[in-house]
């Protein structure tokens, strides 16, 4: 049996005239906006300067791209970049693990993580070493 495969599932249909249905709906937003605008305003030059962003707006979130990527997109990311929080601050917190014990009650019950001495980091990272530079060929053959 053989099935069509769909081709070119990534790009949109052209649904009115050589305009798919996002760009049609951003340039009719971008006419409407601008429609509005007029009829508010009396005067066509004062007007202008409102109904010209407006349609370059709607132009580029209808055609423009930036690195293959919808304008719409990269306006999303700025808005969310300009929102977010941007000081990152790390503070080391040492762990305490509490077990609750029934029988007793008093400081016993707190146990702490035992941490890495720096003579056993040493020897670790020289047997490891040590185990890379005596079998170069298992190490090369684990990365295919």
């Given at each position: 049996m053989k099935f069509q495969v769909p081709q070119f599932i990534e790009i949109?249909?052209?649904i009115f005239g050589p305009l798919t249905?996002?760009?049609?709906?951003?340039?009719?937003?971008?006419?409407?906006?601008?429609?509005?605008?007029?009829?508010?305003?009396?005067?066509?030059v004062?007007?202008?300067?409102?109904?010209?962003?407006v349609m370059l707006f709607s132009v580029a979130?209808?055609?423009?791209?930036?690195?293959?990527?919808?304008?719409?997109?990269?306006?999303?990311?700025?808005?969310?970049?300009t929102l977010s929080n941007k000081l990152y601050l790390w503070q080391k917190r040492?762990?305490?693990?509490?077990k609750k014990d029934s029988i007793s009650n008093d400081n016993s019950s707190l146990l702490k993580v035992p941490k890495l001495s720096e003579s056993k980091l040493k020897d670790l990272t020289w047997s490891l070493d040590i185990n890379e530079?005596?079998?170069?060929?298992?190490?090369?053959?684990?990365?295919?």
């Open positions: 949109e249909d052209k249905l996002k760009q049609f709906i951003y340039l009719a937003g971008g006419g409407g906006i601008s429609f509005v605008i007029y009829s508010i305003i009396p005067y066509l004062i007007a202008l300067f409102f109904i010209i962003p979130l209808a055609f423009y791209k930036i690195n293959g990527k919808p304008f719409i997109f990269i306006l999303e990311s700025a808005v969310k970049y040492e762990k305490v693990i509490t530079n005596i079998n170069p060929i298992t190490r090369d053959s684990k990365r295919l």
